[in-house]
């Protein structure tokens, strides 16, 4: 007899899966891979005790992962939304969010950005200039502090299976415990001397909220790698190329070098901010990233 359930949990190669019952139950994957992440709907073996085999998961809505030429690392499956947060301190990369925003419209997924920690007001207005770039393409930018009230953020989550992602130290768990306090989600003080936040969440685990949402909080990451992306299909997450693509002298235009480049001389009109077209080269030419 097979069972049925959704993932709401991922350590390692152990799942932790609710059954379409309400138990909870310990998944296991057949042979060596883990193909699964939470939020997977999955078929499930006979069970024994608070085990059962893992035996497939069906066809997915999304799925959010990052990659690099060795191995791939899965975030939140059937996600509709991705939530990216960054902090007034410690630092954040402005590169690892156009990464992340390039993944999220692959998956064609909603994004939003939360600035936390804006009670840091010394801090305040550099970290708005950092995010000027992604305003600038309409993705809704929340300020909130999260330690004392995540609750401007509550109107964005609504209807959504939302997945939080973003660097360590930016207060991602902060926002699930004060959001969902029974999820004891665990905290830890910043590493200062880094510059960067310790790694607190080592697994994604999936809350319910209250307006029958849902919430992911995944682990903190330092990168964000692309290698199972085309460069076409990395031009496609940068939405502001999209009115200049075609346009340039050469079909195959890198936006480097070549002379009569659209994305160039949108760059030099204000259209695009220049700190995008450097990100998108960035990635365009990682590894072995072919032209299509």
């Given at each position: 007899?097979?069972l049925?359930?959704?993932?709401?949990?991922a350590f390692?190669?152990?799942?932790?899966?609710?059954?379409?019952d309400?138990?909870?139950?310990?998944?296991?994957p057949?042979?060596k891979?883990?193909?699964?992440?939470c939020g997977?709907?999955v078929?499930l073996?006979p069970?024994?005790?608070t085990e059962a085999?893992?035996?497939?998961?069906?066809?997915?809505?999304?799925l959010?992962y990052r990659?690099?030429?060795?191995k791939?690392?899965?975030i939140?499956?059937?996600?509709?939304?991705?939530?990216?947060v960054v902090a007034?301190?410690?630092?954040?990369?402005?590169e690892?969010?156009?990464?992340?925003l390039?993944?999220?419209?692959?998956?064609?997924?909603?994004?939003v950005?939360?600035?936390n920690?804006?009670d840091?007001?010394a801090?305040?207005?550099?970290a708005r200039a950092?995010?000027?770039?992604?305003?600038?393409?309409d993705?809704?930018?929340?300020?909130?502090?999260?330690?004392t009230?995540?609750?401007?953020l509550l109107?964005w989550?609504?209807?959504?299976?939302?997945?939080?992602?973003?660097q360590?130290?930016?207060?991602?768990?902060?926002?699930?415990n004060?959001?969902?306090?029974e999820?004891?989600?665990a905290?830890?003080?910043?590493s200062?001397?880094?510059?960067?936040?310790?790694?607190t969440?080592?697994?994604?685990r999936?809350?319910?909220l209250?307006d029958?949402?849902?919430?992911?909080d995944?682990?903190?990451?330092q990168?964000?790698?692309?290698?199972?992306l085309t460069?076409g299909?990395?031009?496609l997450?940068?939405?502001?190329?999209q009115?200049?693509?075609?346009?340039c002298?050469?079909?195959?235009c890198?936006?480097?070098?070549e002379?009569?480049?659209?994305i160039?001389?949108?760059v030099?009109s204000?259209?695009?901010?220049?700190?995008?077209?450097?990100?998108?080269i960035?990635?365009?030419?990682?590894?072995?990233?072919?032209?299509g």
């Open positions: 007899m097979t049925n359930g959704t993932i709401v949990a390692g190669r152990h799942y932790e899966v609710e059954l379409d309400g138990r909870s139950v310990n998944g296991i057949r042979g891979k883990s193909p699964y992440a997977d709907r078929t073996g069970l024994h005790d085999q893992i035996l497939s998961h069906a066809p997915r809505s999304s959010l990659s690099d030429l060795w791939q690392k899965l939140a499956a059937n996600a509709t939304q991705i939530v990216l007034t301190e410690p630092g954040f990369s402005t690892l969010i156009s990464r992340a390039v993944a999220a419209q692959h998956e064609q997924m909603r994004a950005i939360v600035l920690k804006a840091l007001t801090s305040l207005p550099a950092q995010l000027a770039p992604f305003a600038r393409l993705i809704p930018v929340v300020e909130l502090s999260a330690l009230d995540a609750t401007p109107p989550l609504a209807g959504q299976v939302s997945v939080l992602v973003g360590s130290g930016m207060g991602k768990s902060t926002i699930t004060t959001l969902i306090p999820a004891g989600a905290t830890r003080e910043i200062t001397a880094l510059d960067a936040g310790k790694h969440t080592t697994h994604a999936r809350y319910p209250p029958g949402g849902m919430l992911i995944s682990p903190g990451l990168e964000f790698g692309l290698a199972h460069r299909e990395i031009e997450g940068f939405a502001e190329f009115a200049h693509l075609g346009n002298r050469f079909r195959d890198r936006h480097e070098h002379p009569d480049c659209a160039k001389a949108a030099a204000g259209a695009i901010h220049a700190q995008r077209l450097i990100h998108f960035t990635i365009a030419n990682e590894g072995n990233r072919d032209k």
